[in-house]
């Protein structure tokens, strides 16, 4: 039996940040705890997975992109090297708890972010072409409806009519608003849109705390809330600015590395809120595309396909790098430009997926990515 | 051979329907095949140009299918191929990368107390702390704070070290675990703590998003002092933080469990005395109260005198004095008269007059220096004797004398009763006279000075 007293707090928005929780176990709904919890760390922009994860091991590498390639990268094995920002992230990788899937991509090759972006939240088999996110139906599936912490309701987690959403303004004497006119207000409207005033009238009753607002700190408080019994199983945490067309750089302090350091600090705090829980947690980045092998001519990378993602969390027990590597040479790349994807990344969502919130992969193809083909790499990331 | 002929028309008519599908769905939009899609059953010829083209429908709509090989792209529906690079760091690094602590936990930082040798006491000690700021923005030695970021109880156990206090930073700082739970200090035989704990670097005030601690190692520091628990000297453990500050530690007033004990004894015993004075002290006052009216207030108590009104007249306007100490107010020349019906007399008063004020008291100061005027003569002989006889008032000096009007210190009540008594008792009955007449009208005076003098 789960104790059902929630804290729902709190939604928490920031620039260059903002946070959803979702999936709070409801009575009646839910037939089993599920077995984990699953954070998605989107990173908008397309991140560029050769400076984070750069394979020193092709001899291509450092022809296509010198000044690109951080110098005193971790060196992972004698292919694969870290990027020198995500200091914590090797740490997890020290203690097996942390991950790369490399050359890989959500199936969307046409480099428009708006297009991308709503591809690898809706999880659909074209840009636009799902009202749904594949996290929202993945939490549908698993039957446990719960809210979306946001002002709007982030298309990721959209699926299910019971999710809510919420979006707290903390303006001064504003927070209580006159219960009497809203019940006069339900009471004249029809059922549905009756519910919708009483809807406002609860929220409006709701407490909000200290709200953090970095980044950092929303992970933290995510983290905490998905570690207490009967809290949200899933979270999103949006990152941006990884839009480098320009001075990109390639070491710590520069314009990817303070990027890259924001997401080591936000899976560090997402281990320092889970407490206990990471055991039963993973933690995955999304992002809408790779950039170019080549740098052009300002100093950075431009929209590409192929690109990497990090998985932390204790769910994962042997770190690794997961790849099929494509090679950098001109003609190994995606229309002799970008990095090829070689791993439908959509299959690392699934396998998060299945690990987490316990359903089948098939399933999860079928109805939440619409492929039914779509291949299972479970083994490779959890086993 | 007719159904031979039959048989080839057959042949002829499906070839050229064919062609003439696929030459004319050429022209069609991708949405306008899925349309067809959206059927139950749609034709096969439809369905194989969807295929042809390598889109796919959705809800009616087109899009291109991932999973089609074109412009180059690679299969990404096979796991054929996948390789897994197990990740081999040496053991140097991957002692480093175990140290990062990605957790920011101060619990992390057990394993590295094996690095020192550690104290063991074989008594509890209990001492002071106080958690200062130091800044290094303007010298590289940093310069110390005026203000305590945390403070309370250090207690060292064997070589455990424990705070038991509280920080003052606002925001999260203000929950307790951190000061609980978030340290892991041990005290090294050296006298130096080292450890981890959470530090709050950057103040939170109401209404600001509250901020993390930040997760610090204490390090024998150069700069520190070590604590001699033998002796139980006071230590400074300095604390490198940021850049721009760091932060420093004082521990203070070690004590053992038998040395605290014997404190507590003692402020027991103190305590009692305490009372007991006190009690004491209210049976004497009760006995003042007979004797005087309530005015000059005291804690628990008043004084009384019972001929307080006496009225003064001022013959000219006063004559502002330029020189004001700290908490002098009106100060002026005046010049009038005193008339008392109670003491029944009449008497001229010329002097240099001030007010003094603080939360506690408030005082008439009046001057009988050598060169006042000779209204004051009477005065000017006893007001040296006076002070060495009873204290000092508020106002103090050499030619002057307090006459307190309130007064919420129980000393000073007590010192002007002595100055009362003293003048009460003189044989010189000008001096008495004048002493007592300047008392009856003190109010009245403060009074005029403050409503005709301007500072």
């Known amino acids: 039996m789960h104790n059902y007293k929630l804290t729902r707090r709190d939604f928490l928005k920031a620039s260059g940040a903002s946070l959803f929780l979702s999936g709070i176990p409801l009575p009646g709904f839910t037939s089993d705890e599920p077995p984990g919890n699953i954070s998605v760390i989107i990173l908008e922009g397309g991140m560029d997975g050769l400076t984070a994860v750069p394979p020193f091991g092709d001899p291509n590498l450092s022809k296509m992109r010198e000044s690109l390639v951080p110098e005193n990268y971790l060196k992972l094995n004698s292919f694969f090297g870290l990027h020198p920002s995500l200091k914590k992230l090797s740490s997890f990788m020290a203690s097996n708890n942390a991950s790369i899937v490399h050359a890989t991509s959500f199936p969307y090759k046409k480099r428009s972010h708006f297009e991308g972006q709503n591809l690898v939240e809706g999880g659909g088999?074209?840009?636009?072409?799902?009202?749904?996110?594949?996290?929202?139906?993945?939490?549908?599936?698993?039957?446990?409806?719960?809210?979306?912490?946001?002002?709007?309701?982030?298309?990721?987690?959209?699926?299910?009519?019971?999710?809510?959403?919420?979006?707290?303004?903390?303006?001064?004497?504003?927070?209580?608003?006159?219960?009497?006119?809203?019940?006069?207000?339900?009471?004249?409207?029809?059922?549905?849109?009756?519910?919708?005033?009483?809807?406002?009238?609860?929220?409006?009753?709701?407490?909000?705390?200290?709200?953090?607002?970095?980044?950092?700190?929303?992970?933290?408080?995510?983290?905490?809330?998905?570690?207490?019994?009967?809290?949200?199983?899933?979270?999103?945490?949006?990152?941006?600015?990884?839009?480098?067309?320009?001075?990109?750089?390639?070491?710590?302090?520069?314009?990817?590395?303070?990027?890259?350091?924001?997401?080591?600090?936000?899976?560090?705090?997402?281990?320092?809120?889970?407490?206990?829980?990471?055991?039963?947690s993973i933690i995955m980045t999304i992002t809408e595309f790779g950039r170019t092998v080549a740098m052009n001519g300002t100093w950075g990378t431009d929209h590409g396909y192929g690109t990497v993602g990090l998985l932390a969390g204790g769910a994962i027990k042997k770190s690794r790098v997961i790849a099929k590597w494509p090679g950098l040479a001109k003609n190994e790349q995606y229309e002799q430009r970008d990095l090829m994807a070689t791993i439908d990344y959509r299959s690392v969502c699934a396998a998060c997926i299945e690990k987490s919130l316990g359903l089948d992969h098939d399933v999860i193809a079928s109805q939440v990515f619409f492929d039914s083909k779509l291949p299972r790499v479970f083994d490779y990331i959890f086993t | 051979m007719k159904h031979l002929k039959n048989l080839l028309f057959l042949v002829v008519l499906f070839c050229l329907s064919t062609v003439v599908n696929a030459a004319y769905l050429d022209d069609w939009p991708d949405d306008a095949l899925c349309g067809w899609m959206q059927q139950s059953s749609p034709p096969e010829y439809i369905i194989e140009e969807v295929k042809k083209r390598g889109i796919l429908?959705?809800?009616?709509?087109?899009?291109?299918?991932?999973?089609?090989?074109?412009?180059?792209?690679?299969?990404?529906?096979?796991?054929?191929?996948?390789?897994?690079?197990?990740?081999?760091?040496?053991?140097?690094?991957?002692?480093?990368?175990?140290?990062?602590?990605?957790?920011?936990?101060?619990?992390?930082?057990?394993?590295?107390?094996k690095e020192y040798q550690l104290a063991f006491l074989q008594n509890q000690l209990t001492c002071g702390f106080k958690l200062k700021r130091v800044v290094y923005e303007n010298t590289s030695k940093g310069e110390i704070e005026d203000w305590n970021m945390a403070y309370g109880s250090l207690i060292i156990n064997g070589s455990e070290v424990t705070l038991d206090g509280s920080w003052r930073m606002g925001g999260l700082s203000n929950d307790p675990k951190y000061m609980k739970d978030e340290v892991n200090l041990r005290l090294t035989r050296d006298g130096h703590i080292v450890g981890k704990m959470a530090y709050f670097h950057l103040s939170i005030n109401n209404g600001e998003a509250p901020r993390k601690p930040l997760f610090i190692e204490l390090k024998k520091h150069q700069n520190s002092k070590p604590l001699n628990y033998k002796i139980r000297a006071a230590a400074e453990y300095w604390i490198d933080v940021e850049d721009w500050a760091g932060g420093i530690m004082y521990v203070f007033n070690c004590k053992d469990s038998a040395e605290l004990q014997k404190i507590k004894s003692a402020k027991e015993k103190a305590v009692k005395l305490y009372t007991d004075a006190l009690a004491k002290e209210k049976a004497e006052l009760r006995l003042l109260n007979k004797i005087y009216q309530p005015y000059v207030l005291g804690p628990n108590t008043v004084f009384k005198i019972d001929y307080l009104d006496g009225v003064f007249e001022a013959k000219s306007a006063p004559e502002d004095s330029k020189k004001l100490h700290d908490d002098e107010l009106h100060k002026a020349h005046i010049n009038g008269m005193i008339n008392s019906a109670s003491l029944d007399q009449s008497i001229g008063l010329r002097t240099l007059m001030s007010i003094r004020e603080n939360e506690d008291n408030l005082t008439l100061v009046v001057s009988a220096a050598e060169d006042e005027d000779k209204e004051m003569d009477p005065l000017k002989e006893f007001a040296e004797p006076a002070i060495l006889k009873c204290g000092k008032l508020p106002g103090f000096w050499w030619d002057k004398l307090s006459f307190v009007v309130s007064t919420t210190d129980i000393e000073i009540a007590k010192t002007q009763k002595c100055y009362f008594d003293f003048f009460n008792n003189q044989t010189n009955s000008e001096a008495k006279k004048l002493y007592r007449a300047i008392l009856s009208a003190s109010p009245r005076i403060l009074s005029y000075l403050k409503s005709d003098t301007d500072r």
């Open chain 2, 57 to 113: 429908c959705t809800d009616g709509v087109a899009s291109i299918n991932p999973n089609a090989s074109q412009n180059g792209g690679s299969d990404t529906q096979s796991t054929e191929g996948i390789e897994i690079y197990d990740i081999v760091f040496d053991e140097e690094i991957l002692g480093e990368l175990i140290k990062i602590a990605p957790v920011e936990s101060a619990a992390d930082f057990t394993e590295f107390f």
């Open chain 1, 125 to 280: 088999l074209s840009p636009f072409s799902e009202k749904t996110g594949w996290l929202g139906r993945s939490l549908e599936l698993a039957k446990i409806p719960g809210r979306a912490l946001s002002l709007d309701m982030p298309l990721i987690l959209r699926g299910y009519s019971e999710n809510d959403n919420f979006f707290p303004a903390n303006i001064q004497n504003s927070n209580r608003i006159n219960n009497n006119l809203v019940d006069s207000l339900s009471k004249a409207h029809n059922k549905e849109s009756g519910k919708v005033f009483q809807k406002v009238k609860q929220k409006s009753m709701e407490r909000l705390g200290n709200i953090p607002r970095d980044a950092e700190s929303l992970a933290e408080y995510a983290g905490n809330a998905m570690s207490k019994n009967g809290g949200p199983v899933a979270s999103v945490i949006r990152l941006d600015a990884f839009d480098t067309h320009a001075s990109q750089g390639d070491g710590e302090g520069k314009d990817l590395g303070v990027e890259l350091a924001k997401v080591d600090n936000v899976i560090a705090a997402y281990r320092r809120g889970l407490g206990s829980a990471w055991d039963r």
